[in-house]
């Protein structure tokens, strides 16, 4: 991966400006940096080889080796109707992988809300939307993704929280970065209009994993609530069958064992 093969896989699509890196603490850092100034342009990519100081929701760790996986930041200047919801953009990066996955490999991903991807009940994919605040209003959403794409990405099982895989591992095929790259931002351009319309949130809730089936939502405090999961709310928030609606923020999803 190089600048200009990034160019040449991206440029059927209205990108912004373009900022290519062999190694970043984090992708999401420098779009934040970035996006702070005023004149950046919609669509705007960063992207890196390597990651060393990856984030995960609060403060956690996300593991980008070089070579290996897809460590991306888009910057998006959101629109009034877009402001009023920041976590639809959580799912418009996952709902754009899924399209990706199912046109490229006939692939069907869930997403295991808020902000990770699955393939084979396992994570392959993470998501870390972040946002340049004036006052109440965020001026510029920045949605960092990172997708592994070999097994050297994933990280040894003692490391994660949850089972992760990467899509060579679970497609059984080889992966191009690119190839990949190219066909989620395209995804991401078609989806982004129905960004909070009904169509989006019912093919939200169609991949949505664990749907039906007992889960547990832990959240930092210790609590732990259980119940069926029964699908998402139109604002994006979660609806099991025991709880008032879950609603994102540092809280963890995981299947009942049962
Ligand atoms: P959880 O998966 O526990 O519900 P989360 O979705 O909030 O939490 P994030 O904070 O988004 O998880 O991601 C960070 C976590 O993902 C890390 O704590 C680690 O367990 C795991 N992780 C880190 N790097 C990778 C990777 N490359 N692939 C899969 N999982 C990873």
Do not use: C
Request: aromatic residues 6%.
């Amino acid at each position: 991966m190089n600048e200009q093969k990034l160019k040449t896989a991206l440029k059927h699509l209205p990108l912004g400006d373009l900022r290519y890196y062999e190694q970043v603490g984090s992708t999401n850092d420098i779009a934040l940096q970035w996006s702070a100034q005023k004149d950046f342009r919609d669509y705007s990519l960063v992207i890196a080889n390597e990651q060393i100081n990856g984030r995960g929701r609060d403060g956690r760790k996300w593991q980008t080796p070089p070579d290996s996986a897809l460590a991306f930041s888009l910057i998006l200047r959101p629109n009034n109707v877009e402001k009023k919801n920041l976590i639809l953009f959580t799912a418009l990066g996952a709902l754009a992988l899924v399209t990706a996955l199912k046109k490229q490999y006939a692939r069907e991903a869930e997403i295991k809300w808020p902000n990770d991807v699955l393939l084979d009940g396992k994570k392959v994919a993470g998501i870390l939307v972040e946002a340049n605040w004036l006052g109440n209003q965020p001026q510029a959403v920045v949605l960092g993704m990172g997708v592994n794409i070999t097994s050297n990405a994933v990280p040894p099982a003692v490391e994660t929280r949850f089972p992760a895989t990467s899509l060579e591992d679970a497609l059984g095929v080889p992966v191009r970065r690119l190839d990949v790259l190219s066909e989620l931002l395209t995804a991401l351009f078609e989806w982004r209009p129905h960004l909070g319309r009904a169509e989006m949130v019912s093919a939200w809730d169609r991949h949505l994993a664990y749907k039906g089936l007992p889960v547990e939502i832990h959240a930092r405090s210790g609590q732990v609530i259980r119940g069926v999961l029964e699908g998402i709310n139109p604002d994006g928030s979660l609806r099991l069958d025991t709880a008032p609606s879950i609603h994102f923020g540092d809280v963890h999803l995981r299947p009942s064992r049962v």
